[in-house]
């Protein structure tokens, strides 16, 4: 095993310590992980790390880049999935819930601690560049229903904001269904805390 890990291609070894730093920040956080324990989990010496990363905190931006454009994509595609405006909510709370659920590593590595100088360049990225979008598609719908669309900018905050905190809840607590949950987001934003149902359900999963 060990003669077949030193004919690693330069690209392989670069994605095998990608893969191993990704896990160490997930369960670690960035402070708590040291380049000795990713070269030792790696199997490799610590200046093959700083030859591909530069030293820990370009090995943490590589693993944070991929995870920032994995997580808006995923999202940006589920707010371009419909034009009806529940639907687009709908598949928002699903989008971050299905990242969160096959991505889990990459996820915690995005709001567990960071540098300081990477704190803003992350999940805080991700939601202001989701919000942005948001606030496209509700300031037309605000046009549609007479509503000022000036009020755009801060309902996309709101939305984005309740489902990302929601997001990372169930993170660490998944005794709920990813379905339910969704559910539960969207009965709050779309009927209000006066029109609650008692047992809400995703349309889109009835169409």
Do not use: C
């Amino acid at each position: 095993m060990g003669e077949k890990r030193t004919r690693m291609s330069g690209l392989e070894r670069r994605e095998q310590l990608v893969a191993v730093g990704r896990s160490l920040f997930a369960d670690r956080g960035f402070s708590a992980t040291s380049v000795e324990e990713i070269a030792a989990r790696a199997k490799v010496s610590k200046p093959v790390i700083y030859e591909h990363f530069g030293g820990k905190e370009g090995l943490y931006a590589v693993v944070v880049d991929r995870e920032v454009h994995a997580l808006l994509s995923q999202v940006s595609s589920s707010l371009e999935s419909s034009d009806r405006p529940r639907f687009v909510l709908e598949n928002a709370a699903l989008a971050l819930l299905d990242y969160i659920e096959s991505n889990t590593a990459g996820f915690r590595v995005l709001v567990r601690d960071a540098p300081t100088e990477q704190a803003l360049g992350s999940y805080s990225s991700v939601l202001g560049d989701v919000a942005a979008r948001v606030e496209h598609v509700l300031a037309d719908q605000f046009r549609r229903s007479s509503f000022d669309p000036g009020w755009a900018p801060l309902y996309a905050q709101m939305l984005v904001g309740l489902i990302a905190q929601v997001g990372q809840w169930w993170l660490d607590d998944r005794r709920m269904k990813k379905d339910e949950v969704a559910a539960h987001v969207v009965n709050l934003v779309w009927n209000g805390m006066h029109n609650l149902r008692p047992a809400p359900g995703l349309r889109i999963r009835q169409e």
